[in-house]
């Protein structure tokens, strides 16, 4: 079995992430590429009862993390040459961290470690991070109409997470020239490796 190019994406919700993915997958495909697209982490945890957003718990975040990784590690068995996760680790620990803030509480150090531990398993497995931008002037879906607050809260998060380490990304604005560079980017990656 030849190892996928694994393509994250994390950043705020209503960012245009999971629009993003779709866009690369479309690209992807239309050059002849198996795709394997991962996401719906956090719907798929608040259908089991556990809490999102703004409500996020240590738990529903050591759920989303494990199953994303189980998502990815089950797409590869499948034989997919390219994995789209919509939702890379980092990005349930963000949520987390701002949920913790909004509230006014505080993450045992442990937790923290503990969960940091588990998502930096899977940062070596990313061929490229795509790190989507708030720009609090775009419209918002308003579907995914969240408390304006708690979305500036994960998006500096997010951004804070991945400048620490530093880990290697590549930030996408909502402008479409910066969408079409991260298309490009993720094509020319995954062709390449795919003429290998």
Known sequence: MNTPVRIGVLGTHSTGKTTLLKRIE???????????????LAKRAAALGLPKMHQHTVASTEWIIAQGIADEIAAAAQGAEVILADR??????????????FRG?????????????????????YDLLLATVLDPQAPVDQRHAY????????????HGLLSDDPIPHTRVTSDP????????????LCTQEAAV
């Open 26 to 40: 479309m690209e992807l495909r239309g050059h002849g590429v198996c795709v394997a697209r991962t996401g719906r």
């Open 88 to 101: 890379a680790p980092l990005d349930a620990i963000a949520y987390l961290h701002a949920a913790m803030e």
């Open 105 to 125: 509480e505080h993450l045992h150090r442990l937790e923290r470690e503990r969960l940091r531990l588990l998502a930096s398993t899977q940062l070596p497995k």
């Open 147 to 158: 408390d304006p607050r708690y979305r500036l809260l994960v998006d500096r998060h997010v």
């Open 177 to 188: 020239a910066s969408q079409s560079q991260a298309i490009e980017q993720a094509l020319h």
